[in-house]
Protein backbone atom coordinates (compact mmCIF):
# COMPACT_ATOMS: atom_id res chain seq x y z
CA UNK A 1 0.00 0.00 0.00
CA UNK A 2 1.26 3.42 -1.25
CA UNK A 3 2.71 5.39 2.08
CA UNK A 4 2.83 2.37 3.92
CA UNK A 5 5.79 0.88 5.76
CA UNK A 6 6.09 -1.91 7.13
CA UNK A 7 8.51 -2.46 10.30
CA UNK A 8 7.68 -5.58 10.63
CA UNK A 9 10.85 -7.51 9.46
CA UNK A 10 12.86 -4.68 11.04
CA UNK A 11 11.38 -5.58 14.36
CA UNK A 12 11.64 -9.66 13.79
CA UNK A 13 15.62 -8.47 12.96
CA UNK A 14 17.08 -7.70 16.45
CA UNK A 15 14.31 -9.44 18.27
CA UNK A 16 14.40 -13.42 18.91
CA UNK A 17 10.71 -13.39 21.12
CA UNK A 18 9.06 -10.27 21.38
CA UNK A 19 6.80 -12.31 24.03
CA UNK A 20 10.04 -11.55 26.61
CA UNK A 21 9.88 -7.65 25.89
CA UNK A 22 9.46 -5.24 28.39
CA UNK A 23 7.74 -2.23 27.04
CA UNK A 24 8.55 1.42 28.09
CA UNK A 25 7.05 4.96 27.31
CA UNK A 26 7.40 6.40 23.99
CA UNK A 27 10.45 9.11 23.92
CA UNK A 28 11.59 11.86 21.27
CA UNK A 29 14.98 11.11 19.59
CA UNK A 30 16.97 14.43 19.53
CA UNK A 31 17.99 15.48 15.52
CA UNK A 32 21.80 16.25 14.33
CA UNK A 33 22.81 12.45 15.25
CA UNK A 34 24.87 10.53 12.98
CA UNK A 35 23.06 7.01 12.16
CA UNK A 36 24.03 4.11 10.45
CA UNK A 37 21.18 3.51 8.76
CA UNK A 38 20.49 4.90 5.68
CA UNK A 39 24.30 3.70 4.94
CA UNK A 40 24.17 7.37 3.24
CA UNK A 41 22.45 10.26 4.46
CA UNK A 42 22.25 9.48 8.47
CA UNK A 43 18.74 10.75 8.19
CA UNK A 44 16.90 8.29 10.02
CA UNK A 45 17.17 5.98 13.45
CA UNK A 46 16.24 1.98 12.88
CA UNK A 47 14.38 -0.16 15.12
CA UNK A 48 16.64 -2.09 17.22
CA UNK A 49 19.10 1.24 18.19
CA UNK A 50 19.49 2.27 21.64
CA UNK A 51 19.22 5.17 23.09
CA UNK A 52 19.54 6.96 26.15
CA UNK A 53 18.19 10.18 27.83
CA UNK A 54 20.06 13.40 28.69
CA UNK A 55 18.27 14.54 31.40
CA UNK A 56 19.16 18.14 30.55
CA UNK A 57 16.86 18.45 28.21
CA UNK A 58 14.63 15.02 28.33
CA UNK A 59 15.69 14.02 24.82
CA UNK A 60 16.77 10.58 24.04
CA UNK A 61 20.44 10.15 21.95
CA UNK A 62 22.36 7.03 20.59
CA UNK A 63 23.85 5.45 23.11
CA UNK A 64 27.25 6.22 22.72
CA UNK A 65 29.29 5.58 26.44
CA UNK A 66 30.47 9.34 25.96
CA UNK A 67 28.47 11.90 28.41
CA UNK A 68 27.27 15.58 27.56
CA UNK A 69 24.48 17.61 26.12
CA UNK A 70 24.94 16.01 22.96
CA UNK A 71 25.46 12.13 24.04
CA UNK A 72 22.92 11.39 26.72
CA UNK A 73 23.64 10.78 30.66
CA UNK A 74 25.83 7.72 31.17
CA UNK A 75 25.89 5.29 34.57
CA UNK A 76 28.26 7.14 37.84
CA UNK A 77 29.66 4.82 40.26
CA UNK A 78 29.26 4.94 44.14
CA UNK A 79 31.05 6.79 45.65
CA UNK A 80 31.64 7.30 49.89
CA UNK A 81 34.35 10.39 51.22
CA UNK A 82 34.81 10.20 55.02
CA UNK A 83 33.91 12.83 56.79
CA UNK A 84 37.07 14.01 57.66
CA UNK A 85 41.02 13.63 56.86
CA UNK A 86 42.31 10.45 58.37
CA UNK A 87 44.73 11.23 61.34
CA UNK A 88 46.41 9.30 63.88
CA UNK A 89 43.10 8.39 65.56
CA UNK A 90 42.75 5.72 62.31
CA UNK A 91 45.64 3.46 63.08
CA UNK A 92 44.76 0.13 63.93
CA UNK A 93 41.20 1.03 63.26
CA UNK A 94 38.96 -2.06 60.98
CA UNK A 95 37.48 -0.43 57.36
CA UNK A 96 34.60 -2.89 56.80
CA UNK A 97 33.02 -2.66 53.45
CA UNK A 98 30.02 -3.49 51.36
CA UNK A 99 29.40 -3.65 48.19
CA UNK A 100 25.57 -4.02 46.94
CA UNK A 101 25.34 -5.22 43.25
CA UNK A 102 22.15 -4.59 41.30
CA UNK A 103 21.49 -8.36 40.85
CA UNK A 104 20.79 -8.82 44.87
CA UNK A 105 24.30 -9.87 45.65
CA UNK A 106 26.15 -8.48 48.54
CA UNK A 107 30.33 -8.65 49.15
CA UNK A 108 31.27 -7.53 52.40
CA UNK A 109 34.82 -7.99 54.04
CA UNK A 110 37.52 -6.08 56.82
CA UNK A 111 40.78 -4.53 56.50
CA UNK A 112 42.56 -4.17 59.44
CA UNK A 113 45.01 -0.77 59.53
CA UNK A 114 48.09 -1.02 61.02
CA UNK A 115 49.67 1.08 63.76
CA UNK A 116 51.34 3.31 61.09
CA UNK A 117 48.24 3.76 58.83
CA UNK A 118 47.82 7.34 59.82
CA UNK A 119 47.47 9.17 56.83
CA UNK A 120 44.71 9.41 53.76
CA UNK A 121 48.18 8.01 51.39
CA UNK A 122 48.89 4.56 53.84
CA UNK A 123 45.09 4.34 54.32
CA UNK A 124 44.77 3.90 50.45
CA UNK A 125 47.85 1.78 50.08
CA UNK A 126 46.60 -0.67 53.11
CA UNK A 127 42.93 -1.13 51.48
CA UNK A 128 44.51 -2.05 47.94
CA UNK A 129 46.72 -4.65 49.77
CA UNK A 130 43.62 -6.46 50.18
CA UNK A 131 42.86 -8.48 47.12
CA UNK A 132 39.14 -9.01 48.22
CA UNK A 133 38.92 -5.14 48.14
CA UNK A 134 41.02 -3.84 44.98
CA UNK A 135 38.54 -6.54 43.36
CA UNK A 136 35.51 -4.38 43.68
CA UNK A 137 36.27 -0.93 44.49
CA UNK A 138 38.89 1.65 43.98
CA UNK A 139 40.56 3.88 47.22
CA UNK A 140 42.14 7.12 45.94
CA UNK A 141 43.78 9.94 48.29
CA UNK A 142 42.09 13.63 48.24
CA UNK A 143 42.46 15.22 51.43
CA UNK A 144 39.86 13.07 52.48
CA UNK A 145 39.44 9.31 52.10
CA UNK A 146 37.36 8.79 48.95
CA UNK A 147 36.18 4.94 48.07
CA UNK A 148 33.91 4.21 45.02
CA UNK A 149 32.79 1.28 43.17
CA UNK A 150 34.59 -0.28 40.00
CA UNK A 151 31.15 -1.21 38.70
CA UNK A 152 28.25 1.21 37.83
CA UNK A 153 24.97 0.39 37.07
CA UNK A 154 23.35 1.83 40.27
CA UNK A 155 25.71 -0.17 42.48
CA UNK A 156 25.64 0.50 46.17
CA UNK A 157 28.40 1.36 48.77
CA UNK A 158 28.58 1.21 52.47
CA UNK A 159 31.96 1.82 54.54
CA UNK A 160 31.93 1.69 57.85
CA UNK A 161 34.96 2.26 60.52
CA UNK A 162 35.05 1.32 64.40
CA UNK A 163 35.78 5.29 64.88
CA UNK A 164 32.71 7.81 65.44
CA UNK A 165 34.13 10.68 63.48
CA UNK A 166 35.30 8.41 60.60
CA UNK A 167 32.19 9.02 58.65
CA UNK A 168 28.46 10.72 58.67
CA UNK A 169 26.28 8.27 60.43
CA UNK A 170 27.02 7.14 63.96
CA UNK A 171 26.34 3.40 64.83
CA UNK A 172 27.34 2.69 68.41
CA UNK A 173 31.25 3.29 68.56
CA UNK A 174 31.15 3.26 64.56
CA UNK A 175 30.15 5.25 61.99
CA UNK A 176 29.37 4.70 57.96
CA UNK A 177 28.11 6.30 55.04
CA UNK A 178 26.55 4.85 52.34
CA UNK A 179 26.80 6.21 48.18
CA UNK A 180 24.35 5.20 45.47
CA UNK A 181 25.74 5.17 41.91
CA UNK A 182 23.00 6.36 39.46
CA UNK A 183 21.84 4.51 36.21
CA UNK A 184 21.24 5.72 33.18
CA UNK A 185 17.95 5.05 31.12
CA UNK A 186 19.13 2.97 28.67
CA UNK A 187 16.32 2.11 25.85
CA UNK A 188 15.93 0.35 22.15
CA UNK A 189 13.76 1.87 19.95
CA UNK A 190 10.90 -0.49 18.19
CA UNK A 191 10.14 1.24 14.84
CA UNK A 192 12.28 3.49 12.35
CA UNK A 193 12.36 7.30 12.84
CA UNK A 194 13.17 10.37 10.72
CA UNK A 195 15.62 12.47 12.55
CA UNK A 196 14.34 15.54 9.48
CA UNK A 197 11.52 17.54 9.11
CA UNK A 198 10.19 17.96 6.04
CA UNK A 199 12.41 20.63 4.41
CA UNK A 200 15.01 18.18 5.36
CA UNK A 201 16.63 19.87 8.21
CA UNK A 202 17.44 17.97 11.54
CA UNK A 203 15.03 17.62 13.83
CA UNK A 204 13.52 15.33 16.74
CA UNK A 205 11.70 12.45 15.80
CA UNK A 206 8.26 12.04 16.32
CA UNK A 207 7.31 9.64 19.86
CA UNK A 208 9.00 6.19 18.60
CA UNK A 209 8.13 3.47 21.03
CA UNK A 210 10.37 1.56 23.04
CA UNK A 211 10.80 -1.34 25.34
CA UNK A 212 13.89 -1.71 28.32
CA UNK A 213 14.57 -5.16 28.06
CA UNK A 214 14.42 -7.88 25.45
CA UNK A 215 15.93 -11.00 24.23
CA UNK A 216 17.83 -9.50 21.09
CA UNK A 217 19.75 -10.99 18.20
CA UNK A 218 23.00 -8.19 19.35
CA UNK A 219 24.38 -8.24 15.57
CA UNK A 220 21.28 -6.82 14.16
CA UNK A 221 21.25 -4.02 16.63
CA UNK A 222 22.85 -0.42 16.50
CA UNK A 223 24.62 1.97 18.98
CA UNK A 224 24.76 -0.81 21.50
CA UNK A 225 27.52 0.96 23.77
CA UNK A 226 29.14 -1.38 26.35
CA UNK A 227 27.34 0.75 29.01
CA UNK A 228 24.04 0.58 27.23
CA UNK A 229 24.45 -3.69 26.95
CA UNK A 230 25.17 -4.02 30.76
CA UNK A 231 22.30 -1.83 31.96
CA UNK A 232 19.73 -3.74 29.60
CA UNK A 233 21.42 -7.26 30.47
CA UNK A 234 20.96 -6.33 34.31
CA UNK A 235 17.13 -5.56 33.32
CA UNK A 236 16.78 -8.94 32.32
CA UNK A 237 17.79 -8.94 28.47
CA UNK A 238 19.96 -11.30 26.74
CA UNK A 239 21.61 -11.24 23.73
CA UNK A 240 22.17 -14.10 21.18
Request: avoid cysteine.
Amino acid sequence: MAGFNDFSQALRAYLIDSSRSKPGNDVIVAGGQTTDYPATGNKRIRAGAAVVKESGDGLYYLASGADGASAGDINTVALVSSAEAPDGDWASKVVTWSVFYPDGSVVSDTVTLGAGDDTVAELVTALHANVNFRNHLLATANTILEIRSLVKDAVRVRISVNLTTAYGTISGSSSYTDGTGTQADYRVITQDRDLIDVNGTSAPSHPVSTITAGRFVEAEMSHLSNEARAVLQGRGSTFE
